[in-house]
């Protein structure tokens, strides 16, 4: 309950950028746990996933996602700390407002 708790959190926070979507999922070799999946439309924004990834890299703080999506940013929220839901949905509807 706790990891979906998280992904809502960060799913509410980016729901205010516009077009962007979110989706809460289990992927195939995660024993069960949820990870949100964050899509917006990459073409009229100018922001590529892969961009996202850089920006969250280069900020501060540093934050890591879900490695391997090429059209989707991944949010695996069970190797966060209580409270760093907030500080990754903050930083990721800051990037996606942007764009």
Not at 10 to 29: H, Y
Request: charged share 35%; hydrophobic share 45%.
């Amino acid at each position: 309950r706790d990891w979906e708790k998280r992904c809502k959190t960060v799913a509410d926070l980016v729901a205010s950028v516009k077009g962007v979507k979110t989706e809460v999922f289990v992927p195939q070799i995660a024993n069960a746990v949820p990870h949100l999946r964050i899509t917006w439309d990459y073409a009229a924004s100018g922001l590529a996933p892969r961009d996202v990834v850089k920006q969250l890299r280069e900020g501060e703080p540093r934050i890591e996602v879900r490695p391997g999506a090429k059209d989707a940013i991944e949010v695996a929220v069970w190797m966060l700390d209580a409270g760093e839901e907030q500080i990754v949905g903050r930083r990721l509807r800051e990037i996606l407002k942007k764009a």
